[in-house]
């Protein structure tokens, strides 16, 4: 089998679930009370697989119009070698679905030879007729084999229960401000910031095509960090927190002018890291790498070390740092249940 499929589908999937890694965590929050690190794994697991197996499928594209006749006899593969090599090749491709489905190996069975059907008559159809004839082999044995692997990974399913995936299902209940917790929320808002700026330079890329103007480093770097940062913002204004706070159900309480330390809480944190790398790339054409890793690296220390984990900004700010499931009137210090 070739690795670039494989290739393409870690980048792929790597990058889908940074995109919905924020929205994700805040779902597990509020279903769970907490981001349970054994179902986070296994949610990527099956990321993974399901776009490596799209990317087999589909990948390489045809890049002329040769077609293959259609293998309808049972277990022909087994003539040579190489093709029993890729008969074992399609067997391992499948036993992570019947693992990853944990429903045991007759209805594994039975999910792999469905999906592995489907997968055989794309291949048929070219595409479902997007193409003119089939660019890939349609084989019966593929179907017998993944059906197999799917059985296998069936009978393994039961080692992925002993991936720890409880929780204490009350959301409701206040849990304890953890330095893990913080990070997790300042992981979000800096996904959310990679994202947006992603976004807003798309956007920017297409109103540049429509009135035939060039970029400069001055559009690009309001793109990709000033404009995101801004969006940012608005959201720590209104209600006082960030949204990768949000996210992990923390909440910044000011004592007073809650407005004021928000401001300064988003200029020493996320609003900075922005302003700091727009700079580099009107200046210096990209942004700096490494001084991007050393303000996460300073935040990431400061949220160990400070009390009550408020970090650099909730310092400076004079912020304390707590669960929003708590009342208004809670003590300080949350507790656990």
Request: overall charge positive; glycine content about 8%.
């Amino acid at each position: 089998m070739s690795v670039l499929p494989a290739s393409f589908a870690v980048l792929a999937a790597t990058g889908l679930a940074a995109m919905a890694f924020a929205p994700f965590v805040a779902a597990e929050h509020r279903r769970h009370g907490e981001l349970r690190a054994g179902v986070a794994l296994l949610r990527f697991a099956a990321l993974l697989y399901a776009v490596g197996l799209a990317s087999y499928v589909l990948l390489p594209f045809a890049d002329d119009q040769t077609c293959f006749e259609p293998q309808w006899q049972p277990f022909a593969s087994f003539r040579s070698v190489l093709m029993v090599e890729q008969f074992a090749c399609n067997i391992a491709l499948f036993v992570p679905l019947g693992a990853l489905l944990r429903r045991g190996p007759a209805a594994a069975a039975l999910v792999g030879a469905a999906v592995s059907v489907f997968v055989e008559l794309t291949q048929l159809t070219g595409m479902w007729f997007l193409h003119p004839c089939p660019y890939r082999v349609f084989d019966v044995d593929d179907v017998i084999a993944n059906t197999t692997g799917a059985a296998l990974g069936g009978l393994l399913a039961p080692l992925l229960r002993r991936v720890p995936t409880a929780a204490r299902d009350r959301p409701a209940t206040p849990r304890l401000v953890t330095a893990p917790r913080r990070l997790l929320g300042m992981a979000c808002d800096l996904l959310l910031l990679w994202w947006l700026g992603i976004a807003c330079a798309r956007g920017a890329e297409l109103v540049l095509w429509l009135t035939g103007t060039s970029p400069g480093a001055w559009w690009e770097a309001s793109a990709l960090w000033f404009a995101p940062a801004v969006v940012l913002l608005i959201p720590m204004l209104l209600g006082g927190n960030s949204l990768g706070q949000h996210a992990v159900c923390l909440r910044a309480r000011a004592p007073t002018r809650p407005k004021t330390a928000a401001l300064l809480r988003w200029a020493l944190g996320i609003g900075g890291l922005a302003a700091a790398q727009g700079t580099c790339t009107v200046v210096l054409g990209a942004p700096d790498a490494v001084l991007g890793m050393l303000w996460c690296t300073a935040h990431a220390c400061g949220v160990t070390v400070t009390r009550d984990h408020r970090g650099i900004t909730g310092l400076v700010a004079g912020l304390q740092v707590i669960d929003a499931r708590r009342s208004q009137r809670a003590p300080t210090a949350a507790r656990s249940t």
